[in-house]
């Protein structure tokens, strides 16, 4: 299993530009996540979802959108970039049930709006 | 307000040392995970733990959930150069939430030196 996938890896992107990033996860995992992290403040949710067709909102969603067509592919777009969205961006995946709370990572994707 | 306070934010100390860094919160948690994070890649999941004044060693590091389930501790001993990197701790279900989301502290940056 190559458990969760991000692309691309790093994007350097200007102001007002859009992109997506994307998310694929090989584990048939029904939760997937979306984070950002920024120097010195852990992980903050942006967008999560409980299941193909259902997606909702997480503590910083302004300026991202989120859609989960099937359970593998969770993409994050942005449509119209900020320099507040330079960030490092990180993908998860965890199976249902709550004795498996474990949330499994992908490698991020490093962004940098200028 | 951080609703997970890790502490130290920082620890660089020398190999052999002992170490323990700290996840407090006013709020009750129904579990609480450490997940380590090197750099460029995601955070990989150390321990979950579940029960109030529960203990769990992995090799070197001691977990322990505070009786009251607001709090937490990592305990490293004898501390190696492998044991770098950002430690984070993540509560899930606070008070009464939803055990599917995760809220993260801040994290500590432990370099160890040879």
């Known amino acids: 299993n190559a458990g969760v996938t991000q692309t691309p890896k790093f994007r350097i992107l200007k102001i007002g530009q859009s992109m997506t990033l994307q998310c694929t996860q090989d584990m048939n995992h029904n939760y997937m996540y979306w984070y950002r992290q920024d120097p010195g403040m852990g992980l903050k949710l942006i967008y999560y979802s409980v299941g193909a067709g259902i997606t909702d909102k997480g503590e910083v969603p302004n300026g991202y959108n989120v859609s989960r067509s099937t359970t593998e592919d969770f993409p994050l777009r942005l449509e119209l970039a900020a320099p507040s969205q330079t960030s490092v961006y990180f993908c998860?995946?965890?199976?249902?049930?709550?004795?498996?709370?474990?949330?499994?990572f992908g490698p991020g994707t490093r962004l940098t709006v200028l | 307000t951080q609703l997970l306070e890790q502490s130290p934010q920082f620890l660089s100390i020398q190999e052999g040392e002992n170490l323990t860094v700290y996840c407090n919160s006013s709020s009750v948690f129904s579990s609480l995970q450490w997940y380590r994070q090197e750099p460029g890649e995601g955070p990989v999941l150390l321990v979950t733990?579940?029960?109030?004044?529960e203990v769990k060693k992995l090799k070197r590091l001691t977990f322990q959930f505070g009786d009251a389930r607001k709090d937490s501790s990592l305990h490293i001993t004898a501390a190696q150069p492998g044991d770098t990197g950002l430690y984070l701790c993540a509560g899930a279900g606070n008070s009464g939430g939803s055990n599917y989301k995760l809220t993260f502290g801040k994290g500590t940056l432990l370099t160890v030196n040879p």
């Open positions: 733990v579940v029960t109030g004044g």
């Open positions: 998860a995946s965890k199976r249902e049930g709550f004795s498996s709370n474990e949330q499994f």
